[in-house]
């Protein structure tokens, strides 16, 4: 890759940053199609977020992701943030469109282009249980409930977090019957039943453990979506194919989600192939 007077910067602020894979992912896909695009990592200490994103302005630069820490600190320092944005309340990509900065969360999005590209689902009709309450499961949450999922469960260990994002999005979807539930083999027996999709939208497994959810009282059909990319098969993915389910990783969700951000940036559509091995290649090493 040549970097000259006319390159165009994108990149990725967050803090820590050595572990993000987006720069390897964006940077082979530049490469491949011959765009005049970097895409940077830069270490953005919680403090020094708002003078980061004055610099996008100043410098010119064409855009940015942004990742934890600063996904919903960001928002006070935009012009403006697009519907899907505003509802999640984080922001993970900036297009900057002459000087003005505009938000937008892709990461929902992605989700769902996941599981129609990468599975055949569709939320539509489904029911759909979601372990976990924080940042990642609200963004989920938003999207499936805009792409017309009729009921969705949210459970989490500590039990009041799950009520209370399920009372911010209940007048906000009207036809969407939502509930909270414990954390509790008991209490989510009596509803896997009827469920089409799980989603675990925490952290665990990416150490090597794992939620010991009763998986055999789900239908055979059902599909197991763990948003944790590496490593590539947590406990939760062998579990649910012991038990015969269908289960993905969070590979599909990290791609889709980049290519929605490289379109934005760049109006070009992205090889979500190469991005996928790209990464695959990576994270087997």
């Known amino acids: 890759m040549e970097i000259d007077a006319d390159t165009k910067i994108t990149g990725i602020l967050g803090h ?7 720069p390897l992912m964006h940077n082979t896909v530049f490469k491949h199609l011959g765009l005049n695009y970097v895409y940077l990592p830069f270490d953005v200490k919680p403090e020094d977020l708002k003078c980061a994103i004055n610099a996008i302005r100043c410098m010119n630069i064409v855009g940015v992701n942004l990742t934890i820490p ?3 600190k960001v928002i006070a320092h935009l012009d403006r943030i697009d519907t899907e944005a505003e509802l999640i309340g984080a922001v993970n990509t900036i297009e900057n469109i002459d000087s003005e900065l505009v938000g937008f969360n892709t990461d929902g999005q992605g989700f769902l282009e996941s599981l129609k590209n990468d599975l055949g689902f569709s939320p539509k009709g489904k029911s759909i249980l979601i372990v976990g309450a924080g940042g990642a499961a609200r963004g989920i949450l938003v999207s499936l409930a805009l792409g017309g999922a009729p ?9 009041n977090r799950a009520e209370k994002l399920i009372e911010e999005f209940s007048d906000r979807f009207p036809s969407v019957k939502f509930s909270a539930l414990p954390l509790d083999n008991n209490t989510l027996k009596n509803c896997l ?3 089409d999709l799980l989603i675990n939208t925490t952290s665990v497994g990416m150490n090597g453990d794992s939620l010991r959810l009763p998986l055999s009282y789900l239908p055979k059909s059902a599909i ?3 948003i944790v990319y590496n490593p590539l098969k947590t406990p939760l993915l062998r579990e649910a194919e012991e038990a015969g389910l269908t289960a993905h990783n969070g590979l599909g969700m990290l791609v889709f989600q980049g290519a929605l951000s490289f379109k934005i940036w760049t109006d070009v559509d992205a090889p979500v192939k190469l991005m996928k091995e790209t990464l695959a290649k990576r994270l087997f090493l």
Do not use: A, M, Q, W
Not at 16 to 22: A, F, K, Q, R
Not at 151 to 159: A, D, E, L
């Open 16 to 22: 820590p940053i050595h572990h993000s894979l987006s």
């Open 70 to 72: 600063h996904k919903e």
């Open 151 to 159: 009921k969705i469960s949210v459970t989490n260990r500590t039990y």
């Open 193 to 195: 039943g009827d469920t």
């Open 224 to 226: 197991i979506y763990d």
